[in-house]
């Protein structure tokens, strides 16, 4: 029954002419081999906000507050995000202010499937450049993020302008709310001293 509703969908879609949204199609669990699972997230999580069309809505995008856009960054820095238009971008802050959660969150490579279903805000926060469209991924519920020496050395390693987009959603049960996003934040650029 599903392959037949699904194939009739496919018929009136081409049948009335009406192009349907643009969407990369279905995520699976190779597209977020990458992704650093922060504590509270899961893979079904990301794979949830990764299957959703983005909402343009500036009352909910996520904002990277600090560090500043265009920055140079001479060590390891805390990436601070808010929510909505009064949120505003401001100084790097080094991660020394937070030492202590450096090497206590490594998690990289850990997926937390099949737990405890997502609830809350979450944030995915993609660090690219020209030459490395998924340098870092990392899936928190946390509003500051601060990447370990190992992650922060790949960075670091990239030798090139690093873009961080940050994509926010909020979630129920393992779901999205009906008002849940996901709303994509404005682009930061950095880069990192050598």
């Not at 699904?6 to 977020?32: F, K």
């Not at 990277?64 to 238009?85: H, K, M, N, Y």
């Not at 922060?152 to 008002?179: I, K, Y």
Request: charged residues 20%.
């Amino acid at each position: 029954m599903v392959t037949l509703i699904g194939s009739w969908l496919m018929i009136a879609c081409s049948n009335g002419g009406v192009e349907p949204e643009t969407h990369p199609g279905p995520s699976n669990a190779a597209d977020v081999a990458d992704v650093i699972y922060e504590p509270g997230t899961t893979d079904e999580g990301v794979l949830t906000l990764l299957d959703a069309l983005p909402v343009s809505d500036p009352r909910n995008e996520p904002v990277v507050i600090a560090p500043s856009d265009q920055a140079t960054l001479a060590e390891r820095t805390v990436f601070t995000l808010a929510v909505g238009p009064s949120a505003s971008r401001g100084h790097a802050r080094p991660a020394a202010r937070i030492r202590w959660i450096g090497d206590f969150l490594t998690l990289e490579g850990v997926a937390h499937a099949h737990g405890a279903s997502m609830n809350g805000d979450a944030f995915l926060l993609v660090f690219s450049t020209k030459t490395h469209g998924k340098l870092l991924r990392v899936f928190t519920q946390e509003r500051a993020y601060a990447p370990t020496v190992s992650e922060w050395q790949r960075l670091a390693d990239a030798h090139e302008v690093v873009t961080l987009t940050v994509t926010r959603a909020t979630f129920e049960a393992g779901r999205l709310t009906e008002d849940g996003g996901p709303f994509v934040g404005k682009p930061l650029r950095f880069t990192i001293a050598s």
